[in-house]
């Protein structure tokens, strides 16, 4: 069990909680109470930081919310307090506001108490963490076999957590505050690896396979929650890197123990940890389409969405024949455009435009300037740079599909959809 910040409150009329300090009062005024404060000081374990609670800062709120006393923080709250008879919610946390991703931990706590006069009455808030902290881990080999990567960590919010080698080898713990009723995080990967190649992929990290240590059943992330990440990288049997793989352990408010966290479908995300058989090899036409997860923004928000979100990784192990991508849109000015894109490039993305060996794709997005590369039938790996199209899709309020075929040089063919949503 992990020790807690226990602000304790004795308050003089209302029935006690078992209070470890109490004072006489000698004198009250009529329908009044007079509070006395004891506080005691017990570092969180979970998270082995230092709090000094007596910087807290402590409001007392009557029944109809609004503030009767205010302290800036616990140091400066007088022995005896008088307060009249009632009932009240008595509230703490650390200095300042909670803001979506922060460096430090943020803790908080509220308990309600009745002030009935002539009675010693004890209130204690306390204060837990608020937000839930991520730390993240790179074997020896993934630091060997990357030379950069960007990895963002996503609940569906405004802001995401965002980690890159410039955050060095052993990045710092980050802490975000959590949306309402998330059970699932989405991870984004991309990498460059020593050879020069681009890995991109995406997974989801759930709670449910350690739904057996919940107090209270509950799959939604919340405050609290210490969550480390794992990445190691995939090689294929000719010693390749072609890909990621993470693990995820958690610890819940409460417990002391680590817990393994359940990785979503790794065939639309990251890379399972085996080698990639080899053309000619058994399984050799194997196809991988690493997509990304469903991506909205507000219109005209495009610069509040990391490109690399819409990386698409594409892999054939017997090689690229066809890779034809194919949109459909609710936005009556997107069809429009891409009607014209046709026209005037001869790149049909309603139908289904072919990206192998196709320069047109690659004089339509230069002259967007937004320049991509395209493969050439054979190759075994490319990236489909859906964010590419970030910048004139958030001026078309609606939700833009992306069906992507790849069929190899055996015939074997995969699809999958990337939905884009501007509100």
Known sequence: ????????????????????????????????????????????????????????????????????????????????????????????????????????????????????????????????????????????????????????????????????????????TVYMAFEENVSKLTVNFKGKTTAGNTISA?????????????????????????IVINFEPVASSEGNITGVTLTADIRFEEHEEWISMEVGDKEGGFVPDTPDPGPGEPGGGEITMNLPAPISFPIFGADSVSPSLGDTYLAATAGFRSITVSISSTSADMNSSLADLSTQYGVDFISGAEIVDNQNVVALFDSLGQPLSVPTQGDTSYNFPIGNFFSFLQVLAGSHTFYLTVTDMQGNTKSGSVNITIH
């Open 1 to 172: 069990m992990k020790r807690k910040n226990i602000l304790s409150i004795c308050l003089l009329a209302a029935t006690s909680l078992a209070s470890c300090v109490s004072e006489e009062i000698s004198t009250t005024k009529s329908g009044e109470g007079v509070m006395t404060l004891d506080v005691e000081l017990l570092k969180p374990q979970a998270t082995r930081a230092d709090v000094n609670t007596s910087e807290f800062p402590v409001v007392i709120y009557n029944a109809e919310g609004t503030a009767v006393k205010s302290f800036s923080q616990l140091a400066d709250v007088p022995k005896q307090v008088p307060l009249e008879v009632g009932n009240y919610t008595v509230e703490s946390h650390t200095p300042g506001m909670m803001e979506k991703i922060m460096t430090a931990p943020y803790y908080k706590g509220t308990d309600d108490v009745t002030i009935l006069k002539g009675i010693n009455t004890k209130a204690d808030v306390v204060c837990k963490m608020a937000n839930g902290s991520f730390t993240i881990n790179y074997s020896s080999a993934f630091i060997t076999d990357f030379s950069s990567w960007d990895i963002t960590i996503d609940d569906g919010g405004e802001s995401a957590l965002h980690f890159s080698n410039t955050d060095g080898n052993e990045p710092a």
């Open 202 to 226: 995406s997974n989801t990290l759930t709670k449910v396979a350690a739904s057996e240590k919940y107090d209270d059943d509950n799959t939604d992330f919340s405050g609290g929650d210490a």
